[in-house]
């Protein structure tokens, strides 16, 4: 499933749900990834959540296929490059040997 609204894009979460309400995902999850998703009615509180002028903090908890390194959290820490941007700086934080916090 695709966590997006535009009927288009097939197995899309809308469709999925199949709502007789137009509602929104708040946020979202990449394919390959599992998780809570929230479904809302209201789209203005989605504006409010997401957009990065309201500077919400968004807080993730990430298992990974190898072991988490003191190394590798300072790098996550400092910013990592994404579509040619590099993320902000942030607060990370080590679960068990395959997992980390970041918020």
Do not use: W
Not at 86 to 97: E, S, V, Y
């Amino acid at each position: 499933m695709i966590c997006t609204t535009e009927s288009g894009v097939k197995d899309n979460i809308i469709d999925f749900v199949g709502h007789e309400q137009r509602i929104f995902p708040i946020g979202r999850l990449d394919k390959e990834s599992e998780g809570l998703i929230l479904l809302t009615s209201n789209g203005d509180i989605v504006n409010e959540i997401l957009r990065a002028e309201n500077k919400l903090e968004k807080e993730y908890l990430v298992a990974i296929n190898h072991q988490v390194t003191d190394e590798f959290l300072r790098g996550m820490a400092r910013g990592v490059p994404v579509h040619g941007q590099l993320t902000l700086p942030c607060k990370t934080g080590k679960l068990g040997r395959f997992g980390f916090r970041i918020v």
